[in-house]
């Protein structure tokens, strides 16, 4: 039907922060305590239902690794959306995640939906960036902020219904 939408989801961020177990968590509803970290990049799709429309996602989970970076166009060009994932007990990975929202800004399209997603949020007591960080650097540069857990599923499907909402209806 005429609401079916297909859109391509990219997640970038710094090695660690989370992007393949937000997507495994989301894809399979399945967490590990010990995810290998990725290489090059790995492929899931996911379809859910938003209203009157049928979105399937068609996500790459992308290497945070920096060896990998030069990889990131490939996987970020006619993409309909991104997720620049940090996690929320490491200052460097939210200084990695602005220098991605940077390099999306100038090479990205400007109808790219960009989500900044803080994930961990289980690990309160080990937290480096305060949410309220988060959500003024995302209102600055008007973005979509959530904080999120994947081991704990806490905000998981939000983040992508919060995306698959915002997405433009054919
Ligand atoms: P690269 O593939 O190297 O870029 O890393 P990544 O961003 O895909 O991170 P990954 O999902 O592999 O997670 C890294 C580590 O953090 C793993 O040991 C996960 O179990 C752990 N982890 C991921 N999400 C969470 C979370 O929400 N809470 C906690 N406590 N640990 C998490
Ligand atoms: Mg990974």
Same mark, same amino acid.
């Given at each position: 039907?005429?609401? $079916?939408?297909? !859109?391509?989801?990219?997640?970038?961020?710094?090695?660690?922060?989370?992007?393949?177990?937000?997507?495994?968590?989301?894809?399979?509803?399945?967490?590990?305590?010990?995810?290998?970290?990725?290489i090059g990049? #790995?492929?899931?799709?996911?379809?859910?239902?938003?209203?009157? #429309?049928?979105?399937?996602?068609?996500?790459?989970?992308? !290497?945070?690794?920096?060896?990998?970076?030069?990889? $990131? =166009?490939?996987?970020?060009?006619?993409?309909?959306?991104?997720?620049?994932?940090?996690?929320?007990?490491?200052?460097?990975?939210?200084?990695?995640?602005?220098?991605?929202?940077?390099?999306?800004?100038?090479?990205?399209? =400007?109808?790219?939906?960009?989500?900044?997603?803080?994930?961990?949020?289980?690990?309160?007591?080990?937290?480096?960036?305060?949410? !309220?960080?988060?959500?003024?650097? #995302?209102?600055?540069?008007?973005l979509v902020?959530?904080?999120?857990? !994947?081991?704990?599923?806490?905000?998981v499907s939000?983040?992508?219904?919060?995306?698959?909402?915002?997405? =433009?209806?054919?």
């Amino acid at each position: 039907n005429s609401n $079916a939408i297909n !859109a391509k989801l990219v997640l970038l961020g710094d090695m660690g922060s989370g992007k393949s177990s937000l997507v495994l968590r989301f894809v399979k509803n399945q967490f590990f305590d010990f995810q290998e970290s990725t290489i090059g990049a #790995a492929f899931f799709s996911r379809t859910v239902g938003v209203n009157d #429309a049928s979105v399937k996602f068609e996500i790459w989970d992308t !290497a945070g690794q920096e060896r990998y970076h030069s990889l $990131a =166009p490939m996987y970020y060009r006619g993409a309909a959306a991104a997720i620049i994932v940090y996690d929320i007990t490491s200052t460097e990975s939210f200084e990695r995640a602005k220098k991605w929202v940077e390099e999306l800004h100038k090479q990205g399209n =400007p109808n790219l939906i960009i989500t900044l997603a803080g994930n961990k949020t289980d690990l309160e007591d080990r937290r480096k960036v305060a949410a !309220a960080d988060g959500r003024m650097y #995302a209102e600055e540069r008007q973005l979509v902020f959530i904080e999120t857990s !994947a081991k704990t599923a806490t905000n998981v499907s939000k983040l992508f219904y919060e995306i698959a909402k915002r997405l =433009p209806r054919v």
